[in-house]
């Protein structure tokens, strides 16, 4: 006879996930984690370190999404974007208060990237570089347009 507690399927995404997740390497990750809390209001869900104390995973929550992060490790292949020396990724962050979030991010140590400021598809925008490489774009819908509104914007910005 099989004593074995029956229990729930396994989801294959599970509820603290979303389909599309960042996994971002720093060069200094759990440095990082510090950052994305001060920064972005993060809060940590998980580390594992390695024998040499570099985390070979890690996850914290910024909003309602996961982010992943993992240290560099050349041995690995694995290198993030001051190794690279950029990167063509931006991260999003779509908020209730684009601009607080901003000033807290350049007050934890971002560097300005653009200005935060009304953008003709109806969002306030900026973009910031983390310590680690890393973009963040950060906004917050402001104002419904059409997409002939904001196509007429558009053409309109790059005459």
Not at 42 to 49: I, K, W
């Amino acid at each position: 006879m099989n004593t074995a507690t029956k229990t729930a399927p396994v989801k294959p995404v599970p509820d603290h996930m979303h389909t599309v997740t960042p996994h971002l390497v720093c060069a200094g990750a759990a440095k990082a984690i510090e950052f994305y809390q001060k920064a972005f209001g993060a809060s940590e869900l998980m580390r594992l370190p390695g024998k040499d104390g570099k985390l070979m995973h890690a996850m914290v929550r910024i909003g309602d999404s996961a982010v992943m992060l993992v240290d560099e490790n050349p041995e690995w292949n694995i290198q993030g974007p001051t190794a690279l020396k950029g990167t063509p990724v931006t991260i999003h962050l779509q908020v209730k208060d684009a601009d607080a979030l901003f000033d807290t991010a350049v007050a934890a140590g971002a560097k300005v990237l653009m200005p935060i400021q009304d953008m003709f598809w109806g969002d306030r925008y900026g973009i910031v570089q983390d310590p680690f490489g890393h973009h963040w774009s950060i906004a917050t819908h402001m104002r419904d347009l059409t997409h002939e509104e904001i196509q007429a914007a558009s053409a309109q910005m790059c005459q």
